[in-house]
T-cell receptor, first 114, second 114 residues
Framework: DAGVIQSPRHEVTEMGQEVTLRCKPISGHNSLFWYRQTMMRGLELLIYFNNNVPIDDSGMPEDRFSAKMPNASFSTLKIQPSEPRDSAVYFC????????????FGDGTRLSIL | DQQVKQNSPSLSVQEGRISILNCDYTNSMFDYFLWYKKYPAEGPTFLISISSIKDKNEDGRFTVFLNKSAKHLSLHIVPSQPGDSAVYFCAASEGFNAGNMLTFGGGTRLMVKP
């Protein structure tokens, strides 16, 4: 079975550019989560969707960050404009509905903003 | 304020011996706990979980223990194998009503020496 698929795996871009990260969740999963991992803050939740609807975006650092889930099989995390402090590994995860379901992670996008 | 803490950043164990990884939490609303394993350049992989109604869950070489009164959980790996060398994260959730959102600890790097 295909797991969570993220693209690109690596992204290097200059400060001020727009960055779009993509995620395809596991088929049948109706919850999707975006995380950011940094040395300083570890793994932190940015936003999560349930049935394609954003439920909690309190972890999104600022208005430069936005996320969408236009359908059950695709989500994007966009940063515009990007800044060097956005450099991190960004993970997407999905889980089935109902209680006590583990989240399954993609392999992440390593983002470097120069 | 870290709600989930892994106080040991690293642990070194001889192959064949037991590995014990510890995790403490402060939020009494957490009712579902998970352990993830992470290799470099990969996403976290779900390992084992436990509900707050249990105090032990076992899956092959992996056992998770939960002590609710002490707000402490641990992961035992017996016997440890070199392939177990990875970073281990504990995570906690307030459950379905909180969207199954996970709060992660900072991770413990396990090194199993042949």
């Amino acid at each position: 079975d295909a797991g969570v698929i993220q693209s690109p795996r690596h992204e290097v871009t200059e400060m001020g550019q727009e960055v779009t990260l993509r995620c395809k969740p596991i088929s049948g999963h109706n919850s999707l989560f975006w995380y950011r991992q940094t040395m300083m803050r570890g793994l932190e939740l940015l936003i999560y969707f349930n049935n394609n609807v954003p439920i909690d975006d309190s972890g999104m650092p600022e208005d430069r960050f936005s996320a969408k889930m236009p359908n059950a099989s695709f989500s994007t995390l966009k940063i515009q404009p990007s800044e060097p402090r956005d450099s991190a590994v960004y993970f997407c995860a999905s889980s089935m509905g109902g209680g006590n379901q583990p989240q399954h992670f993609g392999d992440g996008t390593r983002l470097s903003i120069l | 304020d870290q709600q989930v803490k892994q106080n040991s950043p690293s642990l070194s164990v001889q192959e064949g011996r037991i590995s014990i990884l510890n995790c403490d939490y402060t939020n009494s609303m957490f009712d579902y706990f998970l352990w993830y394993k992470k290799y470099p350049a990969e996403g976290p992989t779900f390992l084992i979980s436990i509900s707050s109604i249990k105090d032990k869950n076992e899956d092959g070489r992996f056992t998770v223990f939960l002590n609710k009164s002490a707000k402490h959980l641990s992961l035992h790996i017996v016997p440890s194998q070199p392939g177990d060398s990875a970073v281990y994260f504990c995570a906690a959730s307030e459950g379905f009503n909180a969207g199954n959102m996970l709060t992660f600890g900072g991770g413990t790097r396990l090194m199993v020496k042949p």
